[in-house]
């Protein structure tokens, strides 16, 4: 039987050319079969070592060198695509922000309206409530004190109830759409933007944190140099 030997045989930087796929797999498997042989027990075979890791290194700028021309064909292809995609979905992505818009500023005009019923039936009761009470001193003025307590008693239930008058509003019920309260960042004056809200710095002007604090706050705080308004934003899928 021969004697093995753990001797490493370098090839030819020639035999080493790639000349097809195939070929470079072959000779990969190759030096991975002979790498599971070695074994450093001396300084001889750890330079011998060294050696061989310095040739896988060339081996893998060989087969990388290989695929950089299929590489960089694929990815300008890819490009390319992407770049038909995108120029044929902006039309359909400006329509949707317009029809968007209409839509949020119905659903922003319906709510305008709401609020002003609603605040014109609190005044219809707070008007009541004052009615009542005017008729309560008109009855205390005659005597007629129980039935003038009576009445004060009742104006005031009305006066608490002005507090909790609320007018509906349905909104259409459409599949596939929906919509949520947001806000929008109307004008910023740098000037005048603290470093820091809620703990959060914001200096120089971040929108984006900006935003995350209107957010948080469901559109109730204050801050300086920001102005800001509430928004319906609009969310549509796929019929």
Same mark, same amino acid.
């Given at each position: 039987?021969?004697?093995? #030997?753990?001797?490493?045989?370098?090839?030819?930087?020639?035999?080493?050319?790639?000349?097809?796929?195939q070929?470079?797999q072959?000779?990969?498997?190759?030096?991975?079969i002979?790498?599971? #042989?070695?074994v450093?027990?001396?300084?001889?075979?750890?330079?011998?070592?060294?050696?061989?890791?310095?040739?896988?290194?060339?081996?893998?700028?060989?087969i #990388?060198?290989?695929?950089?021309?299929?590489?960089?064909?694929?990815?300008?292809?890819?490009?390319?695509?992407?770049?038909?995609?995108?120029?044929?979905l902006?039309?359909?992505?400006?329509?949707?922000?317009?029809?968007?818009?209409?839509?949020?500023?119905?659903?922003?005009?319906?709510?305008?309206?709401?609020?002003?019923?609603?605040?014109?039936?609190?005044?219809?009761?707070?008007?009541?409530?004052e009615?009542?009470?005017?008729?309560?001193?008109?009855?205390?003025?005659?005597?007629?004190?129980?039935?003038?307590?009576? *009445?004060?008693?009742?104006?005031?239930?009305?006066?608490e109830?002005?507090?909790?008058?609320?007018?509906?509003?349905?909104?259409?019920?459409?599949?596939?759409v929906?919509?949520?309260?947001?806000?929008?960042?109307?004008?910023? %004056?740098?000037?005048?933007?603290? %470093? #820091?809200?809620?703990?959060?710095?914001?200096?120089?002007?971040?929108?984006?944190?900006?935003?995350r604090? *209107?957010?948080?706050?469901?559109?109730?705080?204050?801050?300086?140099?920001?102005?800001?308004?509430?928004?319906?934003?609009?969310? *549509?899928?796929?019929?």
């Open positions: 039987m021969p004697e093995m #030997t753990n001797e490493i045989i370098l090839l030819p930087a020639e035999s080493l050319s790639p000349c097809s796929e070929t470079l072959a000779e990969a498997a190759a030096l991975e002979r790498a599971g #042989t070695l450093v027990s001396d300084d001889q075979e750890y330079q011998e070592a060294a050696e061989f890791a310095r040739m896988l290194k060339t081996k893998a700028g060989e #990388t060198a290989f695929f950089k021309p299929m590489k960089d064909s694929a990815h300008k292809a890819h490009k390319q695509v992407c770049d038909r995609e995108k120029e044929m902006a039309p359909l992505a400006k329509a949707e922000k317009v029809i968007k818009q209409a839509m949020s500023s119905y659903l922003d005009e319906q709510e305008k309206r709401r609020k002003a019923a609603e605040a014109s039936a609190r005044l219809a009761v707070q008007a009541e409530a009615k009542l009470l005017c008729q309560a001193v008109a009855l205390e003025a005659q005597g007629r004190i129980s039935e003038a307590d009576a *009445i004060v008693d009742e104006a005031e239930i009305i006066e109830a002005a507090g909790s008058v609320a007018v509906g509003f349905s909104m259409p019920s459409v599949k596939g929906s919509s949520s309260r947001d806000w929008e960042i109307e004008s910023i %004056d740098p000037a005048k933007v603290p %470093d #820091t809200v809620n703990g959060s710095v914001i200096r120089p002007v971040d929108e984006k944190a900006v935003m604090i *209107i957010r948080a706050s469901k559109g109730t705080i204050q801050i300086p140099g920001i102005k800001y308004k509430a928004a319906t934003k609009m969310s *549509i899928r796929r019929l």
